[in-house]
């Protein structure tokens, strides 16, 4: 059975809030490492999502990301914005700290 458990739809504020930790995560010198390369292209496009508001999943440029996880990132921002999941999970999705 599919788990539909429905978090919260954030407010405009949870999602400035979550915005500025996007940003602040592709900040990191981490990030701009090769071998976390998926993960900041995952980032950079869930940011794209958010400020847009893009909700609807036929709408992500799904297509122009190269990485299963990068693909996965983008979904989890449309998740977030329609409350299936929190700004928590979309945030900690792990990759290689330096």
């Known amino acids: 059975m599919l788990n539909t458990t429905l978090f919260f739809v954030p ?19 981490s990030l701009r490492e090769a071998y976390n390369e998926p993960t900041r292209i995952g980032y950079e496009a869930a940011l794209h999502i958010l400020k847009n508001r893009i909700k609807d999943y036929s709408k992500v440029p799904i297509l122009e990301l190269s990485y299963t ?20 999970i979309l945030l900690k999705v792990p990759y290689i700290e330096v």
Do not use: F, P, Q, W
């Not at 500025?20 to 990191?28: D, W």
């Not at 979904?75 to 700004?87: F, K, P």
């Open 11 to 29: 407010s405009r504020n949870e999602i400035h809030k979550t915005i500025k930790l996007l940003r602040e995560k592709l900040a990191s010198s």
């Open 69 to 88: 996880k990068s693909r996965a990132i983008a979904l989890l921002a449309v998740d977030y914005l329609n409350g299936a999941c929190d700004g928590e």
